[in-house]
């Protein structure tokens, strides 16, 4: 509990610190002593929702290192499951509100498909 009130106050904080130095018009984060951080990477999770017997996001592309998770919304199982074979990555059934999550490390294009559903079909590719 005292580590999450600590993360809780540094968190606060900060934050006070970088609003209240960019609270002037045209001030940004010059002469007071900050920097201003612009990420410059994608998010490393990624989430594909399956819903109305579909992938919501047929094509993700995404940066090595990004893991992706399904989530299964329909009120029927599917599967994400790897075309290719050997297999890279199968989730097996995933019940509604089930989830399943694979890490994506090397660059290419990795199709993947329902094996309930084999109309179902989706890629991730991998920068």
């Known amino acids: ?19 209240g130095g960019c609270s002037k018009a045209g001030d940004g984060a010059e002469g007071n002593g900050m920097t201003s951080v612009v990420p410059t990477t994608e998010p490393s999770e990624r989430r594909v929702t399956i819903d109305n017997f579909a ?41 509604t509100d089930g989830t399943f999550s694979h890490v994506f490390t090397e660059p290419g294009t990795y199709p993947y498909y329902c094996a309930v559903h084999p109309k179902m079909t989706g890629q991730v590719v991998v920068k």
């Open 1 to 19: 509990m005292l580590r999450l009130s600590f993360r809780m106050i540094v968190s606060s904080a900060l934050m006070a610190a970088w609003v």
């Open 55 to 95: 992938f919501d996001l047929p094509t993700l592309t995404v940066q090595a290192g990004t893991r992706v998770t399904w989530v299964n919304r329909d009120d029927v199982p599917h599967t994400a499951t790897s075309s290719e074979r050997p297999r890279k990555f199968d989730s097996k059934a995933l019940d």
